[in-house]
């Protein structure tokens, strides 16, 4: 299960990593409460979620070009870097008492720009960080593994502390964790990559991309129903203030364990997917998971009790990273080097960069619709979409298995009998 952990610079990625996530999650309920108890809006809760992550819709796919041409490490240390002073900021704000509404719609621009051009440099860049190739899928679940354990820890935690002294401290408290992942990064040992290519323009290596992307089947695809559900179901966190003050009948301390019991199911999920040894049966992962995150986010919907509630969002959480896992697993799996910025900033565009306008959709229709009705509504459009997804897959199957044979994943068939010698026992 940790067979990743090998490498030296995972090893210190996952340490550093794992710190700063806890403080990144605090900051998120710490924000959401903060937003909520100021204005009392769902669609000013839509908003923010809407500034947070308009920056990966718009500016994704330059970012996949530049960690592409430039240095991926010292690209990591300049995101975290400016992660961390947009936490000091809000949170100097916030314990000065003149934080404004205006102020947090600002702050989550700028946090969105940075990191439109932090997802797609980490995603890529965690290919360089691992010494076996062999060992990416384990590498990927295990990094899943680690966001959704800081998931289960830092609502938790965040419940605690707004309670006990304010949001200001969430906000320094993140700050400080950035400390953590940047010294991580300046202790990594990274090897130089030559990178023998012609000096293009960069509109021309966008395009590039796109086609490369958008013109095989496969990862098409699995970004369309990535982006989906990101439109239609993802934004359920971002109504959860709502829930957990309207329906539940709690406070901050009830959101944190919303957002915790998410992140415990995220995490078993994470957990099962790493001890895998092999992509091969993913893609029928996809389409189940996804049409399980819409099952949970119906029966969350239609709860009005905690116990309940915390079971759907374990259920939740389980199908979502299961989805988000799969589909990264195989895409990082299928791309070449020379493109795998520029695909994987297609992968944060689809999983990041599509949730602002869920967010401000969510956020809409909550005021005029209810915000279980709202849930209900993306649950279903999730489950529709795995359906289209499943009808597709036997097509799919076919495009990518000559890839895995290529590089080896599907040993060679040899007069008409596949060589289970080869430890190949499942198919795509």
Not at 39 to 65: D, E, K, M, Y
Not at 173 to 180: C, G, M, Q, R
Not at 313 to 337: C, F, K, R, W, Y
Not at 405 to 428: D, F, H, K, L
């Amino acid at each position: 299960m940790l067979r990743a952990m090998g490498s030296r610079n995972y090893r210190l990625f996952m340490g550093g990593q794992g710190i700063s996530l806890i403080g990144t999650w605090i900051q998120q309920i710490a924000l959401a409460w903060l937003v909520y108890t100021l204005t009392r809006s769902a669609f000013l809760l839509g908003l923010v979620g809407f500034c947070s992550q308009i920056g990966s819709f718009v500016l994704a796919p330059l970012a996949g070009v530049v960690a592409d041409r430039f240095n991926k490490h010292r690209l990591l240390i300049g995101t975290q870097s400016f992660a961390m002073l947009q936490a000091f900021a809000i949170g100097v704000l916030v314990l000065s008492h003149t934080v404004a509404v205006w102020h947090i719609v600002a702050l989550s621009l700028f946090i969105s720009i940075v990191n439109a051009f932090d997802m797609p440099t980490r995603h890529s860049f965690l290919v360089e960080m691992i010494e076996n190739r062999d060992d990416l899928p384990n590498a990927i679940a295990l990094n899943s593994s680690l966001v959704n354990g800081a998931r289960l820890v830092g609502p938790a935690v965040a419940g605690l502390l707004i309670t006990a002294v304010g949001e200001g401290a969430c906000f320094m408290i993140n700050a400080a964790s950035y400390l953590a992942v940047i010294a991580a990064l300046l202790a990594m040992r990274i090897a130089p990559r030559e990178k023998p290519r012609e000096e293009r323009r960069i509109w021309h290596e966008l395009l590039e991309g796109f086609v490369y992307t958008f013109g095989f089947a496969p990862t098409r695809d699995i970004l369309g129903l990535l982006a989906l559900a990101s439109v239609a179901a993802m934004p359920y966190s971002t109504l959860m203030p709502i829930f957990a003050a309207q329906i539940l009948h709690g406070g901050a301390s009830t959101l944190g364990f919303l957002s915790g019991a998410a992140g415990v199911g995220a995490l078993a999920g994470a957990i099962v997917l790493a001890y895998r040894n092999t992509v091969l049966g993913l893609g029928r992962w996809i389409p189940a998971a996804c049409a399980g995150f819409g099952l949970s986010l119906i029966g969350f919907s239609l709860s009005s009790r905690l116990p309940l509630s915390l079971l759907m969002l374990v259920g939740a959480g389980l199908t979502m990273i299961t989805h988000l896992a799969a589909s990264n697993t195989i895409l990082q799996t299928v791309v070449e080097d020379r493109w795998r910025g520029r695909v994987m900033s297609f992968y944060s565009m689809a999983f990041v960069g599509t949730a602002p306008f869920g967010s401000l959709l969510a956020g809409s229709l909550a005021h005029h619709i209810g915000a279980p009705r709202t849930v209900m509504l993306g649950g279903i459009v999730c489950i529709l979409g795995a359906a289209v997804f499943a009808a597709r897959l036997p097509v799919l199957r076919r495009l990518i298995r000559p890839i895995y044979r290529q590089r080896g994943i599907i040993p060679e068939v040899a007069s008409g009998i596949a060589a289970a010698a080869e430890g190949s026992t499942g198919r795509q």
